[in-house]
């Protein structure tokens, strides 16, 4: 790890007047994938501004039809929450999934959605259930918060300070994990909403997380496993690596939808 | 570039003061306090060697910059036995040959006794398989560190009884 200048604000004032004063200075919340990727030297931002100490950036809470998780609230409290698993047991169930207990206690929502790994679990919940990230400047729909690998729309001095999402009627997360790293090697999100269908996958896309219209529209006709039949996606645009080619990832991308209707519709 | 912090470690308050921001917990801990039975394994978040609790939590102390643990509550392997008498999961992972090598083996302890606190997993091995996928063993003990946790998950459960009793 490089040097840098350590910074312990109170307000998310405060903190984002840090980011706007020095030059490339980043965030660090749970320190999960910002700390090891200091450690390897591929970022060496000279100042970090730590949000652990910041006022209201964390708890649950239900705001009319919505259900509102601050930036800083863990992975394992959104897990263990009752509010969510009321509300939307599919976003606690993928909570839970998210790495190991260890980094769920220190990993939190606004880092992983920050981040936008191509590989991580919240950016398809987002997509799918058609959340709105709230930051210190503005309110961002999913849709246009995310932007490709590991990049989203947030300007350099812009704090997540909470994301909010509608409650669907239905919804559920199954994820196929890579075995050693626990990330997703696909995900797929599936959420039957008031007036639409969502269907996001994680851990595929070339460009990161992404929606499959051809899904949705089958779904949004009849919401059981059998609509999606003969469907697919294609191979073009996905990623393959040593763990699995991109026509692997299509295929699964389809067995998953399917089992994620299913699981919804409680089958 | 002068930070203060104090924490409890193993119950005793600590207040350090850091010249360099970069310090993480393990690294507070093993260089700085001398506590060196937490372990280094991979230092990025992968193995588990370095679990320890804070205010009750398990998580990897390497990942974690010990500027941002400001007040924080912190137990190590260090701080789990009674004098001479053993924690129960400590008992347990020699009564059940926990390990070989030991290396990974505080960590191990310290993510069952987290673990075990949560109250999550219950009598289901295969739970307790999940629940401990963050600790890695080379050596492969992996049966014997499931049969422990079980094990001193019933000794603490009963030891409970006892006391509410
Ligand atoms: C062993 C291991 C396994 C993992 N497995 C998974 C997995 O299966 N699925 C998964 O989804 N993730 C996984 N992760 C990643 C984990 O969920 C991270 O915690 C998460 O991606 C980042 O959250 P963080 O709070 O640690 O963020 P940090 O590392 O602190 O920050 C990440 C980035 O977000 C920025 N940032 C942080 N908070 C904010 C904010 N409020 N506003 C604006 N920018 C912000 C930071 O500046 C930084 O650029 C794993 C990590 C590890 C170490
Ligand atoms: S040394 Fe911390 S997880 Fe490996
Ligand atoms: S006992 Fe050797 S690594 Fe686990």
Do not use: W
């Amino acid at each position: 790890m490089y040097e840098f200048k350590f910074h312990r604000p109170a307000t998310v004032r405060q903190a984002a007047n840090l980011l706007a004063k020095n030059e490339d200075a980043k965030l660090v919340a749970g320190g999960h994938t910002l700390i090891p990727v200091m450690k390897q030297r591929l970022a060496s931002p000279p100042h970090l501004v730590d949000l652990s100490k910041v006022e209201n950036l964390s708890g649950i809470e239900m705001k009319g039809r919505a259900l509102s998780i601050g930036a800083m609230t863990t992975h394992a409290d959104v897990a263990g929450s009752p509010i969510v698993g009321e509300a939307i047991p599919a976003l606690a169930y993928l909570a839970g999934v998210i790495g190991d207990p260890a980094v769920r206690h220190r990993g939190t929502i606004g880092g992983s959605l920050a981040n936008n790994d191509p590989t991580a679990d919240y950016p398809a919940a987002c997509l799918a259930l058609g959340a709105t990230i709230v930051t210190n400047k503005r309110r961002l729909k999913a849709e246009e918060f995310f932007a490709g690998l590991f990049t989203t729309a947030l300007e350099s001095d812009e704090i997540i300070t909470r994301v909010t999402f509608p409650l669907p009627k239905k919804a559920a997360y199954v994820k196929f994990r890579n075995q050693a790293s626990r990330y997703a090697l696909v995900g797929v999100f599936v959420a039957r909403r008031p007036s639409d269908v969502g269907v996001a996958v994680t851990g595929a896309g070339a460009d990161g997380v992404f929606r499959v219209t051809a899904f949705e529209e089958a779904l949004k006709k009849r919401f059981a496993s059998k609509a999606l039949e003969g469907l697919s996606v294609p191979a073009d645009g996905l990623n393959a690596d040593i763990h699995g080619s991109a026509e692997y990832r299509a295929h699964l991308i389809g067995v998953l939808a399917a089992r994620a209707v299913d699981a919804a519709n409680g089958k | 570039m002068n930070l203060s912090i104090s924490l409890t470690v193993n119950g005793e308050r600590r207040d350090v003061a850091l010249d360099d921001p970069r310090v993480t917990l393990l690294d507070l801990l093993r260089e700085r306090l001398h506590l060196t039975g937490t372990k280094k394994g991979c230092d990025r978040g992968q193995c588990g060697a370095c679990t320890v609790l804070v205010d009750g939590r398990r998580i990897n102390s390497c990942l974690t910059l010990a500027a941002s643990l400001d007040g924080a509550a912190v137990l190590t392997i260090e701080g789990v036995a009674h004098g001479d008498t053993l924690h129960p999961v400590q008992a347990a992972f020699i009564a059940h040959d926990g390990f070989q090598c030991g290396f990974c083996t505080p960590g191990q302890i310290m993510s069952a006794i987290g673990l075990i606190a949560e109250g999550q997993a219950g009598d289901d091995p295969e739970r307790i398989r999940e629940a401990m996928s963050g600790n890695l063993c080379r050596c492969g003990a992996y049966a014997g560190i499931t049969e422990a946790v079980l094990d001193a998950q019933h000794t603490l459960a009963a030891a409970e009884k006892g006391r509410a009793a």
